[in-house]
């Protein structure tokens, strides 16, 4: 589990296939290496991968094909938002994330608002219906809060603080994302089917 508050930007420095699959290479310099173990997990714009290999300044991760294809951003170059698996004596500062990918969405507007930037992404459309105003959203492996939504765009406000610190900095129209809804969501629909359904079916 993550709480989509990046701890550092790092670099995928080199993809190397394998097979259908891929290796990274991951410049990870601003991450504190030193509680990591080889198979922890660590959030890469969003996508829970496992380091497989590691050491201060860099760690290797494993992707797979079924991984890659429903994910965006991890087969080629590009820097990347970084966090740490959450330890139960951390302080929850954004919300609970899995660093399960559930769809890929569209940047449709990211321009400046006053001190901040306006986000507008378009999401799949299978997605939509867990996105709610005030929500909790994962964009890339960062906890953002949801203003306003139009049939399957979404929008949310960016201050200074995230974008100095994060990858969202270099979205633009037309950028493709990681999105992971809020798990609650998903908890509350298998729970209204369930209900609906006839009881012993």
Known sequence: MFTGIIQTVGQIERVTPMGDDVKLNISCTGLDMLDVKIG?????????LTAITFDESHFEAHVSKESLSVTI?????IAVNLEKALRLSDRLGGHLVSGHVDGVGEVVFFEPLGDCWKLDIRAPHAISKYISVKGSICVNGVSLTVNTIASDVFSMNLIPHTLE??????????SRVNLEVDQIARYVERMTLWAAEPAGS
């Open 73 to 77: 951003g991890l087969d080629k170059p």
């Open 165 to 174: 610190n994060t990858s969202l900095q270099f979205l633009k129209a037309g």
């Open 40 to 48: 922890d997990s660590i959030a890469v714009n969003g996508v829970c």
